[in-house]
């Protein structure tokens, strides 16, 4: 039996898909197709309400199960976007489970397919490079890739969508050549910047395709933090304690927000979005993680203030290995790993042979320091308001103990969660 891989990467795309396989991007080219523009918000159309940060935080809560006092970092909307775009190959008995699981419980298809677009149109700052306003920066880059089986053909219907929304392209490998591992891994280290390498260290020579996502982050803050005043200080690690270089910002105008569970502050970044600094008043970060809503989540970003004190973080840097996550996303519903329904099975290739998802992998980074914050990670799926009052004296966050962050885009999406236990 024949199976599919995905492998949804959160990296750089700064690369030319030449040097992918030699005859790679032959796949949209033999189907002759064209891409439709992204698109924008209407602002006088109702959409469909979509939790990608629901499923975020969820998919972030189940992995943190398995932190044991060390550090976290995965990146849930790198494996939101091709699951998303497989709701598209999905057969009718399973599509509603991957829906809800995705957020998107009651949406249609083609309404998830538009909230992609929407999104990819938003964070990429599109409109600024559309309008032509000077020069044009983005600090988040995204791709969307599939690898297919030089014995297997593509559907042209699931891969007009995957263009058309999901800003897709195709390639064509040999997936029993050993070839097809140097040229994903390269394709994944292309798309990372150089950060994430050899997330496949072999294929089964049963796949038939591999569906890729790509997301690098790397902005500076709006307020840097100023280097000559950082300083070495003891943290309160799990385990015992340990010393880190804390980064000192104080003054007036703070983004700033507290309650009896946590202090917490959002830093920006120049182009949008925002590094948000969560830290329990228990200490125990990865407990808090694990039971972070997007309901408290919003909340805090609602019902911070502007006040004046200081923070004082540590500077991190973060590498999660190779992360399984076959159980998160089965316990969230994904209902692709079923071998027995194969719910790919026609949605995805011309060829009447069964498919589904086998196992599932990520690999994230990220770096934190005075300047600002850079972020990749590399998933792959295998198969065969005003509730606060004001504080009455300056605050002082101090971060000597594990916190939690959430790294959001511009259009608000999670794009990264972690917890710091050890920095």
């Not at 042209?156 to 891994?185: C, H, I, M, P």
């Not at 004296?393 to 710091?420: A, H, I, N, Y």
Request: proline share 4%; charged share 25%; glycine share 6%.
């Amino acid at each position: 039996m024949k199976r599919l891989i995905l492998i949804l990467t959160a990296g750089a795309l700064m690369l030319s898909l030449a040097s992918c396989a030699a005859n790679s991007g032959k796949v949209f080219a033999q189907l002759d197709l064209e891409a439709a523009p992204l698109l924008a918000i209407d602002w006088e159309k109702d959409y469909p309400e979509i939790s990608t940060n629901d499923f975020a935080l969820k998919l972030s809560a189940e992995l943190a199960k398995s932190v044991d006092g060390e550090n976290f970092v995965c990146s849930p909307f790198s494996v939101w976007l091709p699951l998303a775009a497989l709701v598209n190959g999905t057969d009718a008995a399973h599509k509603a489970a991957l829906l809800d699981a995705l957020g998107a419980k009651g949406i249609s298809e083609n309404d998830l397919n538009e909230y992609a677009s929407l999104a990819l149109y938003a964070l990429t700052n599109e409109r600024m490079k559309e309008q032509d306003y000077g020069e044009y920066y983005n600090p988040l880059r995204i791709a969307n890739a599939i690898f297919v089986d030089n014995d297997v053909t593509l559907k042209r219907d699931f891969a007009q969508k995957f263009l058309d929304f999901y800003r897709g392209t195709g390639f064509n490998v040999d997936f029993e050549s050993k070839d097809a591992v140097k040229e994903v891994n390269q394709w994944a280290s292309d798309n990372t910047d150089g950060l994430i390498t050899d997330i496949i260290q072999e294929f089964d020579p049963r796949t038939v395709a591999a569906i890729a996502n790509a997301i690098y982050f790397s902005d500076r803050w709006t307020w840097e933090f100023n280097a000559k005043n950082t300083r070495q200080d003891t943290f309160h690690a799990v385990g015992g304690d340990t010393t880190a270089d804390f980064m000192l910002r104080e003054g007036d105008m703070q983004i700033y927000y507290e309650d009896d569970r946590v202090q917490a502050m959002p830093l920006s970044f120049l182009s949008g979005g925002f590094l948000c600094v969560i830290l329990p008043k228990d200490g125990d970060a990865t407990g808090l993680l694990q039971s972070l809503s997007d309901d408290y989540f919003q909340e805090i970003q609602r019902d911070s203030i502007s006040a004046t004190g200081k923070l004082l973080l540590p500077k991190f840097e973060i590498d999660s290995g190779l992360l399984s996550l076959n159980d998160a996303l089965q316990t969230l519903g994904v209902p692709l790993f079923d071998q027995g329904a194969a719910p790919l099975t026609k949605g995805i290739l011309e060829e009447d042979i069964p498919v589904w998802v086998d196992s599932a992998v990520q690999k994230a980074y990220i770096k934190v320091d005075e300047k600002g914050t850079t972020a990749a990670a590399v998933t792959v799926l295998a198969a065969p308001g005003s509730g606060m009052p004001e504080p009455t004296e300056p605050f002082e966050m101090k971060c000597d103990k594990p916190f939690v962050f959430v790294l959001t885009g511009r259009s608000g999406d999670v794009l990264f969660t972690g917890v710091v236990n050890r920095p």
